[in-house]
């Protein structure tokens, strides 16, 4: 049987502001969203980890997203 492929919901998410001088929760939290670089864009799943995540760094980040 073959799987099906699913059309989840993504967001654009995209660092604007230095992680230098944030705690180092939010630093990980930074690197475990892909954004290691001031300007770095990624792609990712909105489920609820990845919001909760966006979430603690939103005053790190800009996200965009035509679905939600």
């Known amino acids: ?3 099906k492929a699913t059309t989840a919901a993504t967001i654009k998410v995209t660092q604007v502001k230095s992680r230098i001088g944030c705690p180092k929760a939010q630093r990980l939290t930074l690197d475990a969203l892909g954004l290691r670089k001031t300007g770095r864009t990624v792609e990712r799943p909105a489920n609820p980890a990845v919001l909760g995540m966006i ?9 965009r997203s035509d679905e939600l």
């Open 55 to 63: 979430e603690k760094v939103k005053h790190l980040v800009v996200v």
């Open 1 to 3: 049987m073959a799987k």
